[in-house]
């Protein structure tokens, strides 16, 4: 009999659901936010209403797009954690409803997990490769920087992470420093495509181990440019790509260093990236010329399961569901937490 999972993420300011039959991707919708725009960055109650909103019909999409009816649904999986809690609470409170009033179990998904087996999602028309176990994935998201240990779908080690700011986060605050709107990762990414990235150096941090730490980059970029800007206001506009991709060069060599001395020492070739960050079109390119210099099998996902979506909560849900872990009616969400 076949197992079909539905996937609710909203974690953060995407309200996503996708169905994923025996680990094939059937649809997944994805409705992100405008209404945080004007702010800069993700106002968590703005963000929990327009949860609310967009819940029902997202999920209603998702269920269409994929052509089934919800009688043929296995288990309903939601992202209970780390996230917003307002957020985490409209999807796991309408994930817990639909099941209940469906009869099926529930699937308590963690973010991160999920952002890691997105590698696993197959296509209905051909087989996507996937890595062998163990490998090491370097998860970059907006809230997260961390080097996994991947001994099965759901056996993962923290083995480093930033002790401050995400990677994600390190583009996004230098983009809003060069007062550009958010999410600045992505552009940062546009218009550093234009510039030379051997133009401006910015200050490495020394961690330890494999951990990261992001915070001294965005307060050095900020006094760099403090400086400039006194000589020259028009310093931004006039230096935009180059510095863009000085900075993106920055962030993707502390990245990569620590994942290849992670690779050394553990005597791994099989790698991968996950999170919102391995959109990054540098990142992806360093990744793969790095690949063939260290004799890496790489492995990047689609960039659609990459940002939040809920194809990774409902490829989670799979492996899951054959584990026969279930969540209870009582579990609530959580904002924090390691893997
Ligand atoms: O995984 P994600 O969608 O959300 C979290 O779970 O955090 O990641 C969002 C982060 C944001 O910081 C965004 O700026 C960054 O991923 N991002 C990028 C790119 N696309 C998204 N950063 C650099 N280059 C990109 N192309």
New binding site residues.
């Given amino acids: 009999m076949s197992i079909t999972i539905l996937g609710i993420e909203s ?2 300011d ?1 309200t996503s659901a996708a169905v994923i039959r025996d680990g094939v991707i059937l649809s997944n919708v994805v409705a992100g936010q405008d209404v945080h725009i004007t702010y800069g960055g993700v106002v968590p109650e703005l963000a929990s209403r327009a949860h609310q909103q967009s819940v029902v019909p997202v999920v209603d999409a998702a269920i269409k797009a994929a052509g089934i009816d919800c009688s043929e649904l296995s288990a309903v999986a939601f992202t209970r954690g780390p ?1 917003l809690l307002g957020s985490l609470l409209v999807g796991s409170s309408f994930a817990k409803g639909l099941a209940r009033a469906l009869d099926i179990p529930i699937i308590d998904v963690n ?1 991160l997990q999920a ?1 890691v087996l997105a590698l696993f999602i197959q296509q209905p028309d051909k087989k996507t490769d996937t890595p062998r176990f163990p490998f090491l994935c370097l998860l ?5 920087s961390q080097i996994i240990l991947v001994k099965s779908e759901l056996d993962m080690e923290v083995i480093g992470q930033t002790i401050d700011d ?4 390190a ?2 605050k230098c ?1 809003k420093i060069m007062g550009l709107p958010y ?4 552009l ?2 546009k218009y550093a495509l234009d510039g030379d990235a051997t133009k401006f150096e910015f200050a490495k941090p020394r961690m330890e181990g494999y951990n990261y730490s992001f915070s001294g980059l965005k307060t050095s970029f900020l006094y760099f440019l403090r400086d400039r800007l006194i000589e020259n206001p028009d310093f931004i506009q006039q230096n935009l790509a180059d510095l863009c991709a000085s900075l ?1 060069k920055t962030i993707i060599d502390i990245l990569l260093n620590k994942l290849k001395k992670a690779a050394k020492d553990l005597n791994i070739n099989q790698i991968a990236i996950a ?3 391995s ?5 992806r390119n360093v990744l793969t010329q790095m690949a063939v210099k260290q004799r890496w099998e790489v492995f990047i996902p689609p960039v659609a399961y ?3 979506n809920a194809a990774m909560v409902a490829i989670t849900g799979y492996y899951r569901f054959i584990a026969g872990q279930f969540a209870t009616y009582d579990m609530t969400p959580f904002s924090r937490t390691v893997i």
């Fill in positions: 974690s953060c995407d996230g973010h952002h970059v998201s907006g809230g997260n995400a990677a994600g986060e583009f996004d983009a999410p600045g990762g992505p940062i990414d993106q999170g919102g960050v959109a990054n079109s540098g990142l990459t940002t939040d």
